[in-house]
C-alpha cells in the first residue's frame, strides 16, 4: 500500500496542494478576506497555529493519494483524474463552503470565489495524482 510510488505521490500533492492553497487564499482572495477580517483569527494569533495548517494538508494529501489509489481504474489517467478532482470538490469543496456560508456572514460572492478556486485546485490535483499513479507504458 504505502510503496514509494505513493509516498512521492504524497509529498508532490502535499507541495501543490500547499502553494495552491496559499495561492488561492493568500493572494487570489486576500482583497475579499481583507474585507470581512473581523470574521478571522488575527495574523499574529494564526502564526501560531500555523503547524496545524501543515498537519491538515500533509493528511488532506495523504488520504488523497491513498483514495485515488483504491479507487483507480484500467482508464486513461487524464480523464480518472478530472473526474477524480471533481468528485472531491463535489464531495468536500462545494458541501462545505456552502455550510460555512450559512453559518458565517461571508459575502456570496466571496463564497463562489472559494469554490470555484479551491474546485479548479482540487481538479488539478486529482490530474497530479493521476499522472503520478499511473501506470508505466
Partial sequence: MF???????????????????????GILLR?????????FRPQEEGGKFFPLMI?????????FVWIYQRGRENRPWLGQGVRFGIAVALLTIVPTD???????PMPGATV??????????????????????????
Fill in 55 to 63: 498537519l491538515a494538508h500533509v493528511l488532506l494529501a495523504g488520504s
Fill in 3 to 25: 510503496d514509494k510510488k505513493f509516498v512521492i505521490a504524497w509529498i508532490v500533492l502535499f507541495v501543490v496542494w500547499f502553494v495552491g492553497s496559499f495561492v488561492v487564499h
Fill in 98 to 104: 456552502i455550510i460555512y456560508y450559512v453559518l458565517q
Fill in 112 to 137: 463562489l470565489k472559494q469554490i470555484v478556486f479551491d474546485g479548479c485546485l482540487v481538479v488539478i490535483l486529482g490530474v497530479v495524482a493521476a499522472f503520478m499513479l499511473k501506470d508505466p507504458a
Fill in 31 to 39: 482583497a475579499d478576506y481583507m474585507q470581512v477580517s473581523n470574521l
